[in-house]
T-cell receptor
Framework: DAKTTQPPSMDCAEGRAANLPCNHS???????VYWYRQIHSQGPQYIIH???NNETNEMASLIITEDRKSSTLILPHATLRDTAVYYC?????????????FGKGTKLSVKP | EAGVTQSPTHLIKTRGQQATLRCSPI?????VYWYQQALGLGLQFLLW???????NRGNFPPRFSGRQFPNYSSELNVNALELEDSALYLC????????????FGEGSRLTVL
């Protein structure tokens, strides 16, 4: 699986958009970008994933650059409950694939 | 629909003892993953089971073992406990049919004294 690079921490004001970047310059053509988050002492929560098109769901939007070497997770209106560690992971999709490898992630602090 | 459930929530053991942690995946999910998260550290992959077979294991000693039952639930066993085994143990499940997202339980916190 391709390696990802994320900033260790970010701050965001409550109600503003939180933009979390991720670099994955060695991503392969068949690898997807997945985002998870982990709120303190809880199990990680799946947020969104994509291959090359931008994706949006009820939680967030995922913007992937045209060359697929980087992506940005956007939380459009951050709330205090969005304070968490956010993990960007790239891997091949499909049921026969193995484990997710979690890096250190970005600790997002949403402040009032 | 029930999510991934883990038991016990908390477990306290002493050095040298054995610990057994249990995981029930989401109904219909056949793959179960185990991760270890020591305090302040990231998630370290432990084991992956699918259809009752061990498919992959992380860089952990053999005293970490497990199994998956015919109903796809899973058990993680840690023998000869050491102080550094104190951690949050997370289980996740994934359906073979979906596009790869994992669904995690809330974890079992093991404390070794």
């Amino acid at each position: 699986d391709a390696k990802t690079t994320q900033p260790p921490s970010m701050d965001c004001a409550e109600g503003r958009a939180a933009n979390l970047p991720c670099n994955h310059s060695t991503i392969s053509g068949n690898e997807y970008v997945y985002w998870y988050r982990q709120i303190h002492s809880q199990g990680p929560q799946y947020i969104i994933h994509g291959l090359k098109n931008n994706e949006t769901n009820e939680m967030a939007s995922l913007i992937i650059t045209e060359d697929r070497k980087s992506s940005t997770l956007i939380l459009p209106h951050a709330t205090l409950r969005d304070t968490a560690v956010y993990y960007c992971i790239v891997r091949v999709s499909g049921g026969s694939q193995g484990n997710l490898i979690f890096g250190k992630g970005t600790k997002l602090s949403v402040k009032p | 629909e029930a999510g991934v459930t883990q038991s016990p929530t908390h477990l306290i053991k002493t050095r040298g003892q054995q610990a057994t942690l249990r995981c029930s995946p989401i109904s219909g999910h056949t793959s179960v993953y185990w991760y270890q998260q020591a305090l302040g550290l990231g998630l370290q992959f432990l084991l992956w089971y699918d259809e009752g077979e061990e498919r992959n294991r992380g860089n952990f000693p053999p005293r970490f073992s497990g199994r998956q039952f015919p109903n796809y639930s899973s058990e993680l066993n840690v023998n000869a406990l050491e102080l550094e085994d104190s951690a949050l143990y997370l289980c996740a499940s994934r359906s073979f049919a979906n596009t790869g997202e994992l669904f995690f339980g809330e974890g079992s916190r093991l404390t070794v004294l």
